[in-house]
């Protein structure tokens, strides 16, 4: 966590440099609001220009680092796809200012509420923009390979299991987790590779619906981006964190990716049962990660929000779990966090 007192310091150095931009493209330095923070350090705020409304990204190093951020959104650019213009940049102090996209994502107009045509539009369009994506450069993104995918699996243990449900599992429970962890991750790692966002989700899309704001969605948060398996965002996608899809409206939605995938020679497989079954052991595996991952940004970080999003999260890591014999150690595991009787799934 960052201090008041830092964050005071870095708001004057904030404030200093925007006035070095001022001549070039008029801002009004009084106009500037918070606009968003997320789950890591850096913090986002609008602020009036000539042009309209901008953004100002804060990255304070050493936490964050704005280059990874300015090297792929010029790589998303390259595909058409809608990402922020860097209309000025400091990557020693950790300052961009960027295009706005609009002050609407995709979570926000879910719980404002929409109709089921507006949704459906919405979700067709990311799912074109998320093909459209895949065909991104990937020389030189980090690889999500074999090694970091089991790395992140070790979040679920340790954050979920021991300190978030205090349970300390025993040596047979964790011989048959790393089991069934190293089978999820054999599958996983094997899948074609493709520019991956990593958190291609409602949050980070914007809905675009004004001619200055471009084309829907914008896509946002993806300085994370790596070349991993190509299911991994269509999961993000379709098992949102923080929405819940019940499973008819995520196989619908994978059923329309897997067909523009095709249609775009993405390297899917060419039967839709095993591309399903991929994306499903993706999800699983990301799903689990997440469990981790909010769990520490409980307990570590003090962001207790994120303890309302674990029991959807927990659903859709169950809902493939119990589908496949091959998870059954996991649901056994699952069943004693969850104080819960062992339910008999669907096995395949």
């Not at 960052?2 to 200093?16: G, P, Q």
């Not at 689990?288 to 994120?306: C, E, M, P, S, T």
Request: hydrophobic share 40%.
């Amino acid at each position: 966590m960052i201090s008041t007192l830092d964050l005071e310091a870095r708001m004057s150095k904030l404030v200093a440099w925007l006035g070095t931009c001022t001549q070039s493209l008029t801002l009004d330095l009084a106009s500037l609001e918070p606009a968003s923070g997320d789950a890591s350090f850096r913090r986002y705020f609008r602020i009036t220009a000539a042009q309209g409304t901008l953004v100002v990204m804060d990255a304070p190093p050493p936490h964050e680092d704005c280059k990874p951020f300015v090297d792929v959104a010029h790589r998303l650019a390259k595909t058409g796809l809608n990402v922020p213009k860097v209309l000025a940049q400091d990557l020693t102090q950790g300052f961009l200012l960027l295009t706005d996209l609009g002050p609407t994502t995709y979570y926000d107009r879910i719980q404002a509420g929409l109709d089921e045509v507006g949704l459906q539009k919405m979700y067709r369009d990311a799912l074109t923009a998320l093909v459209q994506m895949q065909g991104a450069e990937v020389t030189g993104l980090p690889a999500y390979d074999t090694t970091r995918l089991k790395q992140e699996l070790g979040l679920f243990i340790e954050w979920y299991v021991t300190v978030h449900c205090k349970v300390s599992l025993d040596a047979s429970a964790l011989k048959g987790l790393d089991q069934v962890f190293d089978m999820l991750v054999a599958r996983n790692a094997a899948q074609p590779r493709v520019f991956v966002h990593r958190d291609f989700h409602s949050p980070n899309l914007m809905l675009c619906e004004r001619p200055e704001h471009g084309a829907n969605p914008g896509v946002l948060d993806f300085q994370d981006a790596v070349s991993g398996p190509i299911t991994y965002d269509l999961a993000s996608l379709v098992m949102d964190a923080r929405t819940t899809w019940e499973e008819p409206q995520q196989l619908d939605w994978a059923i329309r990716y897997w067909e523009l995938a095709r249609k775009k020679d993405l390297p899917v497989p060419a039967d839709f049962a095993d591309f399903h079954q991929d994306y499903e052991w993706m999800g699983l595996q990301r799903n689990l990660r997440i469990l981790g991952v909010f769990a520490r940004l409980n307990h570590r970080d003090g962001k207790a929000a994120y303890l309302a999003h674990m029991p959807r999260v927990n659903q859709y890591v169950r809902q493939v779990a119990g589908r496949y014999l091959a998870f059954k150690p996991l649901i056994r595991i699952l069943d004693e966090l969850d104080q819960v009787q062992t339910k008999v799934g669907y096995t395949f």
